[in-house]
């Protein structure tokens, strides 16, 4: 078919940072591709971004650059609004505009979607448009459409996710270079997987983002981000990740959600994976998600989780997926904008951390006297705990000693009471250091 005869789709972009000039760059350089794809033209029609200078960015005829977004909502011309501002607002302004105008919308925005995810997807049904997110979670895997449709015959039954790249690069730099957490850090934001503000990576918020929205697909429940146990990686120490290795694991940044019988489990924190653990081969910047689903099995997605092209692939795939329904009139619906249609989501409660159970690393920093370990091990023992195996590194004449315990099975509850009652002996030196142990894939309760 030539080109002039195709039925055409414009694309309208707001925001033209790293993933916008990807977006731009993949829809100019793969137009033909997409085309055959299609049977339709799918191209820019124009762009946005309050920065004049991001102009010369984007390959777009005269004209068709703003920096008011009004001017790209209003154009007759777009039937699908990208969304890669970011934030709270003015996104979910823009996002809520376009959507009643009947306007599709596809976005990268993960915590506009963690904090609104529900209200979005309602307006998005009641104007007819699709609202679709892939580059969300994941930048490059296909973590939504695995959820929402290749997974659709399954019960999930857990998922674990390395979901930040930051993260990821920093404990690996800690791991293998034997970098500071700072160094890593100035590291990993000069290669620019980081946030604007690098505290949503390194304190965990950016995987809780990922983690609400993967959550919610796999469960059709919306989940409260306050109701996510929160947990960043600043505190973990090149020492605690030399002991993991010891012991036989990898600490990582995982993202941990399970379906329990009447309620979910939902967390974040650095967690010790054994190092024949799929999860604990994934270094770098690399993300990797981890769903077990009970007709499936085991399903494991690796890829970038970040970066200009890899992210701007996920967002063209989203793109076409609107062409192709905007092309079938009425498909939009096909698949519900949450995985579980709208009268069937139910609310499960998140299970509170307290509740959890499972196996733990906990280092003590302590005077090295006699009778040190037997207190230790007593207060844990009357909570229940029981220690795996214990080692100690250091000796008496360079000041405290590290004594690294590994636990069997035991609820955080008692492992908090404990904690705190340890850290009041005089023979505590510094906070005990807690790192919680998967190395069981969850079964269902
Ligand atoms: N800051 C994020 C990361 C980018 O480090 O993975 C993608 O969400």
């Not at 055409?8 to 794809?37: D, F, M, Y």
């Not at 919306?222 to 947990?231: A, G, R, S």
């Not at 653990?277 to 399903?299: C, K, R, T, Y």
Request: aromatic content about 4%; glycine content about 10%.
């Amino acid at each position: 078919m030539d080109e002039s005869d195709m039925d055409r789709i414009g694309v309208g972009l707001l925001g033209c940072g790293t993933v916008g000039t990807g977006v731009a760059k993949i829809l100019a350089e793969n137009r033909e591709i997409l085309q055959s794809r299609l049977g339709a033209d799918l191209y820019l029609a124009a762009a946005c971004d309050k920065e004049p200078a991001r102009e010369k960015e984007i390959p777009l005829p005269r004209g068709r650059f703003f920096t008011d977004a009004e001017e790209l909502l209003n154009d007759p011309d777009i039937s699908v609004v990208v969304e890669l501002i970011g934030g709270i607002e003015p996104a979910k302004t823009f996002i809520t505009q376009a959507l009643a105008a009947g306007k599709s919308v596809v976005t990268a925005n993960k915590a506009l979607l963690a904090h609104h995810g529900g209200e979005i997807a309602a307006a998005a049904q009641k104007g007819g448009g699709d609202l679709l997110f892939e580059a969300a979670v994941g930048g490059v895997m296909p973590v939504i459409k695995t959820l929402r449709e290749s997974l659709a015959g399954n019960r999930i039954l857990s998922m674990y996710g390395i979901l930040n790249g930051t993260c990821n690069y920093i404990l690996s730099k800690i791991t293998f270079e034997g970098k500071t957490f700072d160094q890593a850090l100035s590291e990993a934001q000069a290669a620019g997987y980081a946030e604007a503000d690098p505290g949503l990576d390194v304190d965990g918020m950016d995987t809780a983002h990922k983690l609400a929205i993967t959550a919610s697909l796999a469960w059709g429940t919306p989940v409260d981000l306050d109701h996510i146990y929160v947990e960043g990686i600043r505190r973990i120490t090149p020492l605690d990740i030399r002991m993991a290795g010891e012991f036989g694991y990898r600490v990582k940044l995982l993202a941990i959600a399970k379906r329990r019988r009447n309620s979910i489990e939902c967390r974040v924190h650095p967690t010790m994976v054994p190092m024949d653990n799929l999860l604990s081969s994934v270094n770098g910047a690399m993300n990797a998600f981890m769903i077990h689903g009970d007709a499936a099995g085991e399903i494991v997605l690796y890829g970038q989780g970040a970066g200009r092209m890899p992210t701007g692939s996920a967002v063209v795939s989203d793109l076409v997926d609107v062409a192709r329904n905007r092309l079938c009139r009425g498909a939009g619906c096909r698949v519900p904008i949450l995985s579980t249609t709208p009268e069937q989501m139910r609310r499960l409660p998140v299970l509170p951390i307290s509740d959890i159970v499972t196996r733990y690393y906990v280092r003590f920093s302590a005077a090295d006297r006699p009778g040190v370990l037997s207190k230790l091990s007593g207060i844990l023992g009357a909570h229940d705990i029981s220690i795996s195996s214990v080692h100690q590194k250091g000796r008496r004449a360079t000041g405290p000693v590290s004594i690294v315990m590994l636990t069997h099975e035991a609820p955080e509850s008692g492992m908090q009471q404990a904690l705190e009652q340890i850290a009041g002996l005089d023979v505590i030196t510094d906070k005990p250091m807690l790192i919680r142990i998967e190395d069981d894939n969850a079964q269902e309760e």
